[in-house]
């Protein structure tokens, strides 16, 4: 009998043992996520004033191809995107521009590089600084986010 306790003994000291491997083991697998980090998207919500899209479209959307290409020829920019749809009420945004980067370390001096496409596309700073002024007539900026695409496993 005396056997028999001291096996019990023994076994519940080698759980005892293996508990903190096992919990330990629970840690390492609850820290995957469920999801792969994607691409890096520069978005810009904008909203339109009332009948001025096409005004808007016809100014930004040509120089803005011309960006875009030389921005994907140089291996800044994954691709480029615009949707329109209508606000949900009077102050939100109705176009958004979105911008797609490998990731965010290829953001690092994207703004230099981004201001050499601008001097040969658009003009040198107070050409360019006039295009925004003009543009502020048809349109405002609702803001600006920087976000991480997150790819579900």
């Not at 919990?23 to 980090?37: R, S, W």
Request: proline residues 3%; charged residues 25%.
């Amino acid at each position: 009998m005396t056997t028999n306790l001291g096996m019990r003994m023994l076994r519940g000291i080698r759980w005892l043992a293996l508990l903190p491997l096992l919990v330990m083991g629970g840690l390492c697998h609850a820290d995957d996520k469920p999801y792969t980090e994607g691409t890096v998207w520069s978005v810009t919500l904008i909203k339109v004033k009332p009948g001025m899209l096409d005004v808007y479209l016809r100014d930004v959307l040509p120089m803005r191809k011309k960006i875009d290409e030389a921005a994907r020829s140089a291996g800044l920019l994954l691709s480029s995107h615009i949707l329109s749809g209508s606000a949900s009420n009077k102050d939100d945004w109705d176009l958004i521009l979105m911008d797609e980067y490998k990731n965010f370390a290829a953001l690092d001096g994207l703004s230099a590089k981004y201001d050499a496409i601008m001097n040969k596309v658009v003009g040198n700073e107070s050409q360019r600084l006039q295009t925004m002024i003009k543009r502020t007539e048809v349109r405002d900026i609702v803001g600006d986010k920087l976000m991480q695409e997150l790819v579900a496993k």
